[in-house]
């Protein structure tokens, strides 16, 4: 009679790769993996991975980004000039909800400079393309430093200033309580606590780069 060999089978079940969108409050993601695109291909809609149909696109030309291929860690990145490329979710009835005075949020930006001498926007929201809202960006004004910019309505500012720019790939996370702000760059704080308080803003706008 034929012997059947007997061993041990593990089975060990992996949980799923974890995404923003396990995240709860989760209103836009931007994955430059997600877009079909070839290498150096301008970028007319980056869709938002959030399920919210927050994308964000630009219709002149000379200001769409491009998509790179196998830039940081073999993944593709959306590459902006630094000058005047940038892409907006213009549809306000997606940012009312953003608006007010003490509202808490979050951003998280992966990114890398090409430079560090020049002023550089990152994200953010504001009002009619104006100065009205919270930015995220690269400031020259003392540094070169990463700022917070939070302006109200009537143009009273407060500002969070941490870090020195470097051209190395960072992942940037900027955490507001609806007061008081925190940075952190690759996990590690770069500023706690910093007052970020003023009065009612109005957004209507989200924008990358």
Do not use: C
């Amino acid at each position: 009679m034929p012997m059947r060999a007997r061993g041990l089978l593990n089975i060990v079940l992996w949980p799923p790769p974890f995404t923003p969108r396990a995240l709860g409050g989760l209103e836009a993601w931007f994955d430059a993996a997600t877009l079909q695109l070839a290498d150096a291909d301008s970028v007319t809609t980056w869709t938002d991975s959030s399920g919210k149909a927050r994308d964000v696109t630009q219709a002149t030309a000379a200001k769409k980004p491009v998509y790179k291929a196998n830039i940081i860690n073999g993944r593709p990145v959306v590459r902006f000039d630094g000058t005047d490329d940038w892409l907006a979710n213009t549809v306000s009835a997606n940012w009312t909800a953003f608006s007010g005075q003490d509202l808490p949020m979050s951003i998280f930006i992966a990114f890398q400079f090409a430079a560090t001498t020049a002023n550089m926007t990152l994200a953010g929201f504001t009002k009619d393309t104006g100065v009205v809202g919270r930015h995220l960006y690269q400031n020259l004004g003392v540094g070169p430093e990463y700022r917070l910019l939070r302006t109200d309505d009537a143009a009273v500012g407060a500002t969070q200033v941490a870090g020195t720019p470097n051209t190395n790939a960072h992942i940037l996370s900027s955490i507001f309580s609806g007061i008081a702000g925190d940075m952190f760059l690759d996990g590690s704080a770069l500023a706690s606590g910093t007052s970020l308080d003023v009065g009612v803003l109005t957004t209507d706008e989200l924008f990358v780069g």
